[in-house]
């Protein structure tokens, strides 16, 4: 991995144009679905003006009024501050809170029709004082990998930012003061552009190394669960009955559908799971709002839009939001999709002939057969048992062979909690 030059900076100079591309960690065949999340199209050159210094933003919180070289007494003076560098989920997500209005309140340039689409401003969290910094990068620097740059965060103090992983709002930093210690990005302002042209900012908290934790995980994993849960309540409440099997399927696909398939390969496949289940506990309802594939396939649950299409006409009483991109970013919507299609998927291949012979002989199992399907075209499967017998997997998209793969992994390495009927009746 090579590593590019440190640049010191005495004032805060941005480039008065830069052209953003998307570094993506995983080379993507055209043949597959990757799990990346949306980054701006390249763009024209756009001329902006020079800026000489990084803005100031007001502080939220009063923690102490001391300069950093007096941080040791700040916090002892203030216990707040002292607890800062031990956060908690809840905590956690409180400071982002508090990070994204300090973000939106910030001054705008009002001579500007529309927000400037070449930078980004991180959020970060000193650890020692509880302070919040506001940094300010080039979106160019922000989307390179393993790009280093050092310079004054909005409140003076000198900071070294290091980009890990660089994939669009969800890019991963770390940052660290001159004295080595190391601060807690929180969220990331992020102008989503297309073709130059703004669309949306994006507030997000990637699952930088500084702010992951056990309970962190714990959290995110809980909340996968019972955002499954209501959704299949809701679905039962408007007469639809989806199986416990296929729910508990479906929460392991909600976190392979964002495994990356070279992190897989080459990193500790445990802790690459625990960090996809953080983001669910940093963002919440947010998680992979903008994560969108080559394909089209969008949100948390990562279906095309013919999928949900078809979902919303075989089941127009549930209510599905008509709108796509709408639908996939809403987590509740979503999930109700996910199970349907599943559901329906699963009676179609129960039905086959290939599929009931396979089953009883132990060829494949139920959960094989729905995550194959969920990746790839359901419809072909009762042909790759039918031709490949018990090799039928080797038939299979090359992509969709690595999907079963993680699934696979998944399965052994977090332990989930099976479902069981009665389970889900009480829950009414």
Known sequence: MKKNSRITLVVFLFVSSVTTALAQDTPIESATRPRTVMVPQAQNPVKTPQIVAAPTTPEVETLSPEPPAKTAAAVEENPSARAAAFLNATQVRSRISEAERMLKSQPRQTALASPQIQFVTVAALERSTGRIHMIYLSKEFFLKRDS???????????????????NGVN???????????????????FPIEKRGVFKEMAYYSSAHPALLSRDLTNTGRAYVRSMLDLAAKRLRDKGVLVSPQLIDIAERLCLVEHVDHLRFKNENRAALYDEIFSLYALNELDTYRYAVSSAGAGGMVQMIPWAYNLVRQRHPGVGLTPDFV????????????????????????????????AMSTKLATQEELMAAGYNSNAAKLPGYLRRGGSNWR???????????????????????????????????
């Open 171 to 189: 890019t991963a930093v770390t940052i660290f003061d001159s004295a080595g210690q190391s601060f807690v990005p929180l969220v990331v302002e």
């Open 326 to 357: 709408v639908g996939m970013r809403t987590h509740s919507n979503a999930l109700q999709a996910m199970l349907l299609y599943m559901h329906d998927t699963w009676n179609d291949l129960a039905a086959n002939s290939e599929v009931q012979y």
């Open 148 to 166: 280093e740059v050092t310079l004054p965060s909005s409140l003076g103090t000198l900071v070294s930012v290091r980009v890990l992983r660089a």
């Open 394 to 428: 080797s038939l299979i998209p090359r992509e969709t062979q690595m999907y079963l793969q993680i699934y696979k992994s998944v399965d052994s390495l977090v332990p989930m909690k099976k479902r069981t009927a009665a389970e889900l009746q009480a829950a009414n």
